[in-house]
C-alpha cells in the first residue's frame, strides 16, 4: 500500500468512529501537512474532537519523525493525535504491543497519543486521551480548509483525495 493509501484507510477508521463528521487527508495544518484529520461537526456533540494521525508505513520514517519530534507540532490547536502506522512499522511481528508501546513512550511519543496499527483493517491499540479543549472557530475554519481541498481535488479530477462524507448524514 502507497502512503495515501494507508492515509485513506486512516481516513475511513476515523469516520466509522461516533465523534467523527468528516475527515480529509494530506491537509495543510499547523505549518506542515497533516496525513488525516478528523473533526466533530455538531456542536453540542460532548464527545467533540479535532484529531490528526501521522501515518508512518516504515520504520526508519518513524524513527527519523520521533527522534526529531516532528509528531509534537500536530498538538497545537488538536484534541487528539494518533500515530497510525503498518506493523512492520511498529515492530509488531517481532514483538508484543505492550512492548511496542513502551518503546514508543521512550523513543518519545506521548502517551496521551493514540495509537493505530494499519493492517487488513484499522484498529486502535491504545486510545488517544485528550490533549486540548476543542476551540470552535478553529473547527470552523478546518471545515472550510477541508472543504476547501475536496472540491479542489474533485474539480481536478482526483476523487480518490480529500474528504469523506459521513454516509449516514444527508447532504
Given at each position: 500500500?502507497?502512503?495515501r493509501?494507508?492515509?485513506?484507510?486512516?481516513g475511513?477508521w476515523?469516520?466509522?468512529?461516533?465523534?467523527?463528521?468528516?475527515?480529509?487527508?494530506?491537509?495543510?495544518?499547523?505549518?506542515?501537512y497533516?496525513?488525516?484529520?478528523?473533526i466533530t461537526?455538531?456542536d453540542?456533540?460532548?464527545?467533540?474532537?479535532i484529531?490528526?494521525a501521522?501515518?508512518?508505513?516504515?520504520?526508519?520514517?518513524?524513527?527519523?519523525?520521533?527522534?526529531k519530534?516532528?509528531?509534537?507540532?500536530?498538538e497545537k490547536?488538536?484534541?487528539?493525535?494518533?500515530?497510525?502506522?503498518?506493523?512492520?512499522?511498529?515492530?509488531?511481528?517481532?514483538v508484543?504491543?505492550?512492548?511496542?508501546?513502551?518503546?514508543?513512550?521512550?523513543?518519545?511519543l506521548?502517551?496521551?497519543?493514540?495509537?493505530?496499527?494499519?493492517?487488513?483493517e484499522?484498529?486502535s491499540?491504545?486510545?488517544?486521551?485528550?490533549?486540548?479543549k476543542?476551540?470552535?472557530?478553529?473547527?470552523r475554519?478546518?471545515?472550510?480548509?477541508?472543504?476547501?481541498?475536496?472540491?479542489?481535488?474533485?474539480?481536478?479530477?482526483?476523487?480518490?483525495?480529500g474528504?469523506?462524507?459521513d454516509?449516514?448524514?444527508?447532504?
Amino acid at each position: 500500500m502507497t502512503h495515501r493509501d494507508l492515509c485513506v484507510e486512516v481516513g475511513r477508521w476515523f469516520i466509522s468512529q461516533p465523534w467523527c463528521q468528516l475527515t480529509g487527508w494530506e491537509i495543510s495544518y499547523n505549518y506542515g501537512y497533516a496525513d488525516v484529520v478528523g473533526i466533530t461537526l455538531r456542536d453540542k456533540d460532548p464527545h467533540k474532537r479535532i484529531a490528526v494521525a501521522e501515518v508512518k508505513r516504515t520504520r526508519a520514517d518513524l524513527l527519523q519523525d520521533l527522534n526529531k519530534g516532528k509528531l509534537l507540532k500536530y498538538e497545537k490547536g488538536t484534541s487528539h493525535c494518533y500515530l497510525a502506522a503498518t506493523p512492520e512499522a511498529l515492530r509488531l511481528d517481532k514483538v508484543t504491543e505492550a512492548a511496542c508501546l513502551e518503546e514508543l513512550t521512550k523513543l518519545g511519543l506521548p502517551k496521551s497519543w493514540g495509537v493505530l496499527v494499519i493492517d487488513q483493517e484499522v484498529r486502535s491499540i491504545r486510545s488517544a486521551r485528550q490533549i486540548n479543549k476543542v476551540n470552535l472557530l478553529r473547527t470552523r475554519a478546518l471545515t472550510k480548509r477541508l472543504a476547501r481541498s475536496h472540491m479542489y481535488r474533485m474539480l481536478n479530477g482526483n476523487s480518490t483525495g480529500g474528504s469523506v462524507p459521513d454516509p449516514e448524514e444527508e447532504c
